[in-house]
């Protein structure tokens, strides 16, 4: 979910706002579509989502629409792209570009959804109401919410749509590729010291990360530690004065558009530019759609956050 805000807060005033597949399969890539999954014994099936509601299937979902990246992503990875009958406009560079889209992942059109007959849509956990998931379990569409908060919720997440799409056992390969590539990225800065380092989730406000996030553990499993680790909100809200008192060794800038640009201009402004990562160097952008991408690409944006952190180990 915040990377549908994300890309939105991107086109206004604070484009820092707001998420591996190529290293994890290569169905992530190319044009081919995926095989559409076995025909043979279907039988029933069901998976706990996480509002905690049990969706049941007669058979694995041969129409789905996503609309969460994360799940997008997921659903290519584990080669059920052939399934997916629909998208959002931000789904990004997940080779899903051909597929219809339904509008945003918070907003979709719901004629739109409707005319491309799902037998299942993948949505975000909203807290409160969920007027889009109410309205299609009342036309007898079933929808799956996802979260993904944390590393535990991906996992989660590519385990239940495997199901659900009928490639358990793609799905089980996925994981277990994602969770090689994270332990030898760990390994890679065993013994090298945790480096502080500052996330902006955004500036206008200045926010960052909360320590339990997905984004957080990927930075410590890079070799980081967050330079608010007593953060009790996601987003986090923090002073200015606070974030130069801490002086943080690294700043990660995820950025759409120019990044090069985007660090020059925070340079000048009052209080950044007594950050002592502006004058070493230490401060990285990278790409916004990557960054809060939580799915099977976690592995990816792990190394983003390696390299910038260590760039002694950049390319190993």
Known sequence: ?????ARRLCRTAAPALMAAAALVLPACGGDRQADPPPTTAVQAISAVDDAGDTVRLAAPARRII???????ETLVAIGARGQLAGRTEYDVGLGV????????GLDPSLEKILALRPDLVIGWNA???NPVRDRLRELGIPFFAVRTTDTTDVFRTIDRLGVLSGRAREAD?????????LDRLRASVAGRPARSTFIVVGDEPLMTAGPWTATIQLIEVAGGRTTFPDAKGQPQYVSMEELVRRQPEVILLPVSGDGAARIRELSTRPGWRELNAFRTGRVHALPVEQVYLMGPGIAQTARLFRDAIHPELAGR
């Open 1 to 5: 979910m915040i990377l549908d805000s």
């Open 66 to 72: 996503s609309l969460a990246p994360s799940a997008t």
């Open 97 to 104: 570009d051909a597929l219809p889209s339904v509008g945003g």
């Open 127 to 129: 807290a409160g109401a």
């Open 173 to 181: 390969s996925a994981s277990a590729a994602v969770r090689g590539e």
